[in-house]
């Protein structure tokens, strides 16, 4: 095995020109150069106006709506199934003698060119005033909640003003070793039709001069794509409080013996109320609080909320001392949906391949053949409304195909 140590002194200790001819014999120095390179990572942001409104949009509705119907009554407004978000329950805290009457409030967002905000401003408020008189039992209101960059807006990213940052990075790195940076070795970028506005870019320089490249060069790209899937069921949160004494198998053989089965056990967490004694200071009282989720059917909600509604009032009537009440819901794709997805390998090789091709001719070189390919993955798939929703931090979880293939780099 070669001392590269004791290569590199006595090449030290020679001549210049001795240095000069032994440079050039093939297979002694061709490997170390070819380990010797600097990376640099350049990155633009692009300063792009935001051209798009985000709108939260609400309809309050009885227990007996579902999603069709709530969709159904915002027909012509551009809202559809898949711009619902979320599911808040408006059920009064307190509770009475008469249950009264479940009432939800249905939440969708959509994106809106800020060309059209004052069009669909008045749109929304047109159909705001007219669902109460046409007694269909809803209310709507509205709100702006954010604006945001488009993604046509973000794919115009300037490789070659990214190249040659790369390169004078490079050089501002290597200047006090008295190097140069030379041939690019390798580019790795990523493309996605929702990329950020920043474009990043990330170049392996080799260090000084060679006449041969002993390695294979590579332009390596990450295409992705988001995977948009509409949801098939809705988690339902459900609380019940109980006496301290209470155990969860008390709990759920009481919510079963009211009708209510398939519950899931999320969680328990003690609270104090306080019970008005006429004049006297209200006397404290602790409570246990049983968090429970219900997954069903999308297009069984009306019924599924039936059935909650009943299973309250039954614990009422059977005089129990458990208080049933939903609080919210939310849409998600089922497991089973979600494992029969797949990712458009197709495209995202198109997309690959297209962007190899532009790195290179921004850097002067040349994408040949594949040199390998990794996996592209769904994994974590959950519903994902809109591109970039406000609320997919808090409820969702983007779902996207990734694909990453190395191309070989040749020089021009």
Do not use: H
């Not at 809106?112 to 709507?140: E, H, I, R, Y």
């Not at 899937?229 to 301290?244: A, E, N």
């Amino acid at each position: 095995m070669r001392d590269d140590s004791f290569v590199s002194a006595s090449i030290a200790r020679m001549p210049r020109w001795a240095q000069t001819a032994f440079l050039l014999i093939p297979g002694v120095v061709l490997g170390q150069v070819s380990a010797n390179s600097v990376t640099v990572t350049a990155t633009e942001s692009a300063a792009l106006q935001p051209d798009e409104a985000y709108f939260d949009v609400s309809v309050a509705s009885g227990s007996d709506k579902a999603l069709n119907d709530i969709v159904t009554a915002l027909q012509g407004s551009g809202i559809t199934a898949a711009n619902f978000v979320r599911l808040t329950s408006l059920l009064p805290a307190a509770r009475t003698a008469t249950p009264p009457q479940p009432s939800f409030q249905w939440t969708f967002q959509t994106l809106v060119p800020l060309a059209k905000l004052k069009d669909t401003t008045a749109a929304f408020a047109a159909l705001a005033q007219g669902l109460p008189q046409n007694n269909s039992g809803l209310s709507l209101t509205f709100a702006v909640q954010g604006t945001a960059v488009s993604a046509q807006q973000t794919t115009n990213c300037k490789l070659s003003d990214l190249v040659s940052s790369a390169r004078t990075q490079a050089q501002q790195l290597t200047n006090a070793a008295g190097l140069t940076p030379g041939m690019i070795l390798s580019l790795t970028t990523a493309t996605s039709p929702s990329a950020p506005t920043a474009c990043s870019l990330t170049v392996r320089f080799l260090l000084g001069t060679q006449l041969m490249q002993s390695e294979p060069g590579s332009i390596t790209i990450t295409a992705t794509r988001p995977l948009s899937v509409q949801p098939d069921q809705i988690v339902i949160s459900l609380s019940v409080t109980s006496s301290p004494s209470s155990g969860l198998d008390d709990v759920t053989a009481a919510l079963q013996q009211a009708g209510l089965s398939g519950v899931t056990f999320t969680g328990l967490y003690t609270s104090t109320i306080y019970l008005a004694q006429g004049a006297a200071p209200p006397k404290p009282q602790s409570q246990l609080q049983w968090n429970f989720t219900l997954a069903a059917p999308l297009a069984k909600f009306a019924d599924t909320i039936s059935q909650i509604s009943s299973a309250e009032q039954a614990l009422t009537k059977a005089g129990s001392a458990l208080t049933l009440s939903l609080s919210a819901a939310t849409p998600q794709v089922s497991a089973q949906l979600a494992q029969s997805q797949t990712c458009p390998d197709a495209d995202l090789l198109k997309d690959a391949q297209a962007q190899a091709q532009n790195v290179a001719a921004a850097a002067g070189v040349k994408a040949g053949a594949i040199l390998n390919l990794g996996n592209s993955s769904t994994a974590g798939l959950i519903f994902d409304p809109v591109a970039s929703p406000i609320y997919q931090s808090q409820w969702f979880a983007p779902s996207n195909c990734s694909l990453t293939v190395a191309f070989q780099l040749s020089q021009q």
